[in-house]
């Protein structure tokens, strides 16, 4: 009898929710952003960085589910300059995702106003520049998106919610770094770890005893996986890349590059200052970059040494990485319980399995997958695709799974079937640790392991609580096997997020197009949108 009625409650809420969603218009939010360069010194040399409204790192995007964001982005470098929103999945919008792929870069001493609905998300993210190698000098800040005020969050509200943006860095500026790349050299280690854009001891998160914070962790830099810890404090983790998770405990957590964590952290220590560090994972030597978590009380500074990380390589990763797990009951964007969503039961109709490798093509270094370098287009694939402009993209140059074909490039993009469920595996033949990032989804991390995958690796997949999120690690010589549906219409990033590695090729294009064209699948293009190279002087209007 309860439960029945909770039941009819349950519904009764979805229906109420429904119609009060229905009528009501969501939410605007404006913002006017100046990308200027500007001295930064974070390792105490100056350094040309790239601020926004003079911030490095830039201002925090906060939202709510469903907000409209509206951002007019005037590009004040002498460089053609691009934003991209990690993990906003961009509903039928691709236009908006800000990638070269997707969108004309805005040019210098111009503007572009970019449009989006952060539609069903909940979650924490991050922006970056996504042209040339400016993610290597800032205008990087983060993004959030909590939940509508009905929809039940897990855990109580936080008494502080604080983004932290932490991140390999090197001394020589974006410019040098990028000839160095273009010359077909590799960029070796980078010099250090910046936490909120800050060197070695110059962050400090203020706390007041007794008190829970939300700290909001993304790895927003080029290359490093980052332990990140707080001496003498737990954390817990309650959310990962939008998907609410079963709340474990963890003396650290590993962060790989373009991952985002929320941990709840309670000041429950004697009232002090503690170090809170973000060191690199699987290198040799370990980078540290450290600031302080200071109780407003404090009694005494930091003193002795740097809390060490874990010492264990792979193994310890990979156990954190499998308990990592989605909370069946708990709500996401919508008041339907997350668990609702059996992916597990779903037929999987395409495998594709993309194995990076490492090649020298013409004499320089690039990256591959599949035996295919990404070669960048000059003119967006989305709108050459829109307006039937051949010549600039090959559809169906990246084979389903590794043929031994050797390297070469190509402006191959990945052919997805509207609404397929779909298998990606990742498969690492080499000796470092990868990140492979899709933009306009988030996909469940159904299984990773060592070795080769094959098609019996799936007997030990989590079909049942696997997180759904938009970032995953591929640990060294192992695999890591995704699921997904593409329910979402439009010309989608698919890129390594080891930055070197997707500028020099290790990238692709995924294109989801339904057949039928109607504005319910896929939005038209936006009316102010940028067109260059061989799209100039198309006409905006709606084609037929
Ligand atoms: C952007 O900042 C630069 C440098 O401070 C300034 O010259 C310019 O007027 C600003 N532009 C806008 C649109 O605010
Ligand atoms: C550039 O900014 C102006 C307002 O200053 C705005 O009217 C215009 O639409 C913007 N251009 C684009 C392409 O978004
Ligand atoms: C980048 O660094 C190089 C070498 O230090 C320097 O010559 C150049 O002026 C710098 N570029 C900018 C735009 O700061
Ligand atoms: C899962 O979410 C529910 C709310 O639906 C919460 O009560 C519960 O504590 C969470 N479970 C775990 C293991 O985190
Ligand atoms: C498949 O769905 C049923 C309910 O329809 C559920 O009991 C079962 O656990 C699901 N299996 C998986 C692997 O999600």
Redesign the pocket.
Known sequence: MGSLWRSIAHVYFIIAFISSSALAEDPYKFFTW?I?YGTIWPLGVPQQGILINGQFPGPDIDSTTNDNIIINV?N?LNQKFLLSWSGIQQRRNSWQDGVFGTNCPIPPGKNFTYKFQVKDQIGTYFYFPSMYYHKAAGGFGGLKVVSRPLIPVPFPAPDGDVTLLIGDWYKRNHTILRRTLDLGKSLGAPDAVLINGRGPNGYALTVEQGKTYRLRISNVGLSSSLNFRIEGHKMKLVEVEGSHTVQNIYDSLDIHVGQSYSVLVTADQPPQDYYLVASTRFTSPILTGYGVFRYSNSQKAVSGSIPGGPTIQVDWSLNQARSIRWNLTASAARPNPQGSYHYGNITITRTLKLASSSAIINGKQRYAMNGVSFQRPDTPLKLADYYNIGGVFAVGGIPDSPDGRSAYLQTAVIDGDYRAFIEIVFQNYEDTIQSWHLDGYSFFVAGMDGGEWTQSSRASYNLFDAVSRCTTQVYPKSWTAVLLTLDNAGMWNLRSETWERQYLGQQTYLRVKSPVKSLRDEYDIPLNALLCDAARGRSRTPQP
Do not use: G, I, L, S
């Open positions: 100046n200027t005037f004040n």
